[in-house]
């Protein structure tokens, strides 16, 4: 498949370094400010040598850390390029979900496919995407919006919506590593929290992961597939956004409520749990040795079904190459 | 999808009675002595009622269970009957893996797909089957086969064979009550395998189980899967079978390695291992509350990746309705 990377963080270099290696070729990509698209499908030359198509991803990558540019195109002509699959890599925004929402939405009026990374479009407008979906002859995917690595939403497609009765689970690293090293060390959220912005695993404004934000979009966007998945007419399906989640973060859990939890056998995670009318996310007390106290920054997921049991599936939930082969695992199931 | 669903045994008779809920309908089905086919697709009219073309559920359930024989036609109607899909739910058998082998490549000479929960044609004829595959309109799919409701093949498959160094876990679930059993209770293994089998949890026979043989089945079917999967060229894969399988059981863990085991916080579980190389199948010392060490009858897939970690997937690994929630899937998949 020919690939249009839109966004150029981590997750957006991870795809085009590793495209190849899964037998797809990027054809253009953009950050906000530039471009740079293959030769003959709209713009400037790649640089792959011999019969290659493709934008030479090393030379990319290298612009991007030494110019601040991936190109010297204009983002519209990557928008604009041959491409089979718009892969959208920018980062979340909230509300109109833009420019995401926009990216992906070209893509489809052409006919293409995309797979996104940025869980804006799926957690706010899941409904007019779904719109745009059905006037298309493209399809979306969005594994990569949900736990990284862990491939929570195909497998809820795989058992199908309607027999999955709820999805829960630790879905933010950061703040799982938080609760983790406080309980570890007896220590409080302040100290911890400087330093996990100290080894780089919190941002300098941690809110969106210790406010419970970024696990309640991922519950949100499970809540949509989980609502439109086990509707008979999409008509009928509720749609959730980031507004229709219960929410409560990890800034006032207290030293004291973890040592507590300790002495019962317990501990505190940040649990998101979604089903196709409820989304919440909050800390709640679970077993010290059980399934869902991952530690540190690993993820977990937990389906339950009606017929199955309970699916338990952890891994690594964020990181360049973690969630770039969540994209290109979706970009495979496009072919 | 038309399903033909040959044996009658717990997976077969569950999905009898869960397809209907997946959107399928079975016109056929078989044991090793009876057979019954709906109306219009071969035999003896259905039951269903309505205008539904497919048998009655809840008849073939009840006549398996009053009178020993699904129906009144004989098995080869079922296998000769117009179906989309062949379920081949038959129980396992070793070598030419007959008769289960024959009815999956009989389904692919007439360009129908099969869907396998017998391990037998996946383990030990798998080049045979990827050849009739070959020749075929018809696809294979066996996610059943391995780790009951664990979506093991199928997340092999979505991350790509290739990017995929390995797979281990705990596989059987009869070996892993038995040493849960042992080291909660420090009994010995004689004593912990009546328990199982007053339980039902073990067979009379326990061999099949606590010798290793099942588990090894399942991680030669994973190498299997890798193999092929990561060949470029088919004829350039190696294939498993279960004479390739190092393999030791359970029956020689004694109570006192448990103990032992459990002072230096470890405990001893069943670990069975795939690559593209090798098979092993053993008892091993793993963290007593790590990820592999799943307690009772769960069982635990762990697949090694090269961009993204390792991925734990844990749940139950047999049962009725969870093997056949696995056998649907993978009709979904086909459709």
């Not at 859990?253 to 317990?266: H, I, M, N, Q, Y």
């Amino acid at each position: 498949m020919r690939l249009a990377v839109i966004g150029a963080g981590a997750v957006g270099r991870s795809v085009v370094e590793l495209a190849g290696e899964y037998g797809h070729e990027v054809v253009a990509v953009a950050d906000s400010s530039s471009a740079t698209v293959a030769d003959g499908t709209g713009g400037r030359a790649g640089a792959g040598g011999d019969d290659s198509v493709g934008v030479d991803p090393d030379a990319v990558v290298a612009r991007k850390a030494e110019r601040g540019i991936v190109g010297d195109a204009d983002p519209e002509d990557a928008l604009s390029a041959d491409y089979d699959v718009l892969v959208e890599a920018t980062p979340t925004t909230l509300g109109d979900a833009e420019p995401g929402f926009s990216h992906v939405t070209r893509a489809l009026e052409r006919d293409r496919h995309a797979v996104l990374a940025n869980k804006g479009p799926v957690a706010e407008r899941f409904g007019d995407l779904r719109a745009a979906v059905d006037d298309s002859d493209g399809e979306i995917r969005f594994e990569a919006t949900v736990g990284g690595a862990i491939p929570a939403v195909s497998t809820v497609e795989d058992i199908e919506p309607g027999h999955v009765t709820a999805v829960r689970g630790v879905l933010n690293g950061t703040a799982n590593f938080i609760l983790t090293r406080m309980a570890a060390e007896g220590l409080d959220y302040d100290h911890v929290l400087a330093e996990a912005q100290d080894l780089g695993v919190a941002e300098a404004d941690p809110s969106f992961d210790v406010d419970g934000t970024d696990a309640a979009l991922k519950c949100v966007i499970l809540a949509n597939v989980l609502s439109f998945g086990a509707a008979d007419d999409p008509a009928d399906a509720r749609e959730f956004t980031l507004d229709d989640a219960d929410v409560s973060g990890i800034r006032d859990v207290p030293g004291s409520a973890l040592r507590l939890a300790a002495e019962d056998g317990r501990t505190v995670r940040l649990i998101g749990e979604a089903t196709g009318e409820t989304v919440r996310v909050a800390p709640r007390l679970v077993p010290e040795n059980g399934t869902l106290a991952v530690s540190g920054t690993q993820n977990i997921v937990q389906i339950e079904t009606s017929h199955a049991g309970r699916l338990n599936i952890s891994g690594r939930g964020a990181g360049g190459p973690e969630t770039a082969s969540a994209v290109l695992g979706d970009v495979g199931r496009l072919e």
